[in-house]
């Protein structure tokens, strides 16, 4: 005894145990309906439908306040109007696909800024860490100068050195502490910007690659590589 020998009121209620069931959707009752005549008349039956629409659109399967389209949708078949409400949830989803894309695209930009925001930090605090460096040096050089006054020199020497301390208008000691503290200060400022790029710079590599997996559309891609390959393809053809 073969399939094709079965009733249509076993092949029914077959296809109604499977709707209900979860274990039929609306592309096996679509490939069924193809498969063959008395297939495709079974798998138009009102009740399947039926079924699928309050199995996948529960919310929006609800009696509708408004009489006349209650009406209407009462006087549609229960498959053009799963297609019309599929239609709808295939255009919402695209909408929250660019929403999430455009999300993801602001959240990569924010945290370019903040890369941008931190590398300007970073060359000020090194441009006043320089600073400071350069006119501690010249400091020392003064201090030593002023040590070195007190010992016999030559002449000319004694006279480099001398005027080296007279141009020096600032208490070189409380000055050298206070470049000290601002060198360490500056070591730790620089210490932290690079700790909080790192951070930023891990966020970005997450943030972009949440934006490919947002931009990522399987299908659209393989059309796109496949209209980009069809030149080529003809080309080969030709030769």
């Known amino acids: 005894m073969s399939a094709s020998d079965l009733p249509d009121e076993l092949w029914a209620r077959v296809l109604e145990l499977g709707a209900a069931s ?8 679509c490939c069924l309906a193809i498969a063959s005549r ?11 439908w039926s079924a699928l629409l309050s199995r ?12 006349s389209t209650s009406q209407q949708q009462q ?30 695209e602001a959240r990569v930009l924010a945290c370019r800024r903040r890369l941008a925001d931190l590398e300007e930090s970073m060359r000020a605090e090194g ?30 020497v004694h006279g480099r050195q001398k005027q080296l301390v007279q141009q020096c208008t600032v208490p070189v000691d409380s000055r050298l502490s206070d470049l000290n503290m601002e060198l360490k200060v500056c070591k730790q400022q620089i210490a932290t910007y690079k700790n909080s790029y790192n951070k930023e710079k891990h966020k970005l590599n997450e943030h972009e690659e949440a934006l490919k997996r947002a931009k990522y559309h399987p299908l659209q891609d393989t059309h796109t590589s496949g209209i980009i390959n069809e030149p080529r393809a003809k080309r080969k053809k030709l030769k």
């Open 22 to 29: 979860s274990a039929l959707g609306f592309r096996d009752l």
């Open 38 to 48: 008395r297939l495709g008349r079974l798998s138009l039956h009102p009740a399947l």
């Open 56 to 67: 996948d659109f529960p919310s929006q399967s609800q009696p509708s306040s408004s009489s």
């Open 75 to 104: 006087q549609l078949h229960p498959k053009s109007l799963y297609k019309t409400k599929f239609e709808r949830h295939k255009v919402r989803m695209a909408e929250a696909r660019r929403r999430a894309v455009f999300e993801a």
């Open 127 to 156: 441009e006043r860490m320089k600073a400071a460096a350069q006119e501690l040096d010249n400091l020392e050089r003064v201090r030593r100068a002023s040590v070195a006054l007190n010992v016999w020199q030559p002449q000319v």
